[in-house]
């Protein structure tokens, strides 16, 4: 399907800002006149919201393999891109995405450990050639992100893991970053709100 919209996707750790950044600069997008479109992943769609419930807020799932995790993750995803992403685009949105098939990638390829190629293969049949024309990563010690995570009332199994676990994941996306330099910017989480939101933008500007 042709696109004429821009897709962007914000990734990072528990607790990094992701939500907040995101709020900042939509904000700003539709003070600019632009039309945008946000997500969240899992969820999106009818059928994605069930899957995130399952996958992220029950407490039955605790026991969930990584494997079904994997697949369940890119099943929500698969139904957010043909049902919203691709159309969205199409129409000249600006689509931006909380998380998208990078937290695949790292949350599930090198936090959990699974098989990469076979993540990578996964990943691709869910996403086709829907891909971020830009991926902003919010870059924290996972210690101080999962002490602003588990602060929130709604348990989320994700937010449960070890520290060796959002190690890993921090590490993992680093290393996404040095493999696909145009795509993916790192952001040093650390600094204020302002001094991410401003740098978020300037990078914004150059693909808008």
Same mark, same amino acid.
């Given at each position: 399907m042709a696109r004429s919209g821009k897709f962007i996707t914000f990734e990072g750790g528990e607790g990094c800002g992701k939500t907040t950044q995101i709020e900042r600069v939509v904000t700003r997008l539709r003070a600019d006149g632009r039309t945008v479109l946000i997500l969240r992943e899992p969820g999106g769609t009818s059928v994605g919201e069930q899957i995130r419930h399952v996958l992220q807020h029950s407490q039955q799932s605790i026991g969930m393999l990584p494997e079904a995790e994997l697949l369940? /993750?890119?099943? $929500?995803?698969?139904?957010?891109?043909?049902?919203?992403?691709?159309?969205?685009?199409?129409?000249? #949105? %600006?689509?931006?995405? *909380? &998380? /998208? /098939? *990078? $937290?695949?990638?790292v949350y599930q390829g090198v936090g959990r450990k699974l098989n990469p190629p076979a993540v990578q293969f996964i990943n691709e049949f869910a996403i086709g050639d829907c891909r971020p024309d830009l991926t902003l990563v919010i870059d924290l010690d996972p210690r101080v992100g999962l002490e602003r995570a588990r602060g929130r009332e709604l348990f989320d199994r994700m937010e449960n893991q070890s520290l060796d676990f959002y190690d890993r994941v921090r590490q993992g996306y680093l290393a996404l970053a040095?493999?696909?330099?145009? &795509? %993916? #910017?790192? +952001?040093?989480? $650390?600094?204020?709100?302002?001094?991410?939101?401003?740098? %978020?933008?300037? +990078?914004?500007?150059?693909?808008?």
């Open positions: 369940l /993750f890119c099943a $929500s995803r698969a139904q957010l891109v043909r049902e919203i992403i691709q159309p969205a685009l199409a129409e000249g #949105k %600006i689509v931006i995405a *909380d &998380r /998208f /098939f *990078d $937290s695949t990638t040095w493999q696909e330099p145009a &795509r %993916i #910017k790192i +952001l040093d989480g $650390s600094q204020s709100l302002a001094a991410i939101e401003q740098q %978020i933008w300037e +990078l914004l500007r150059h693909v808008l």
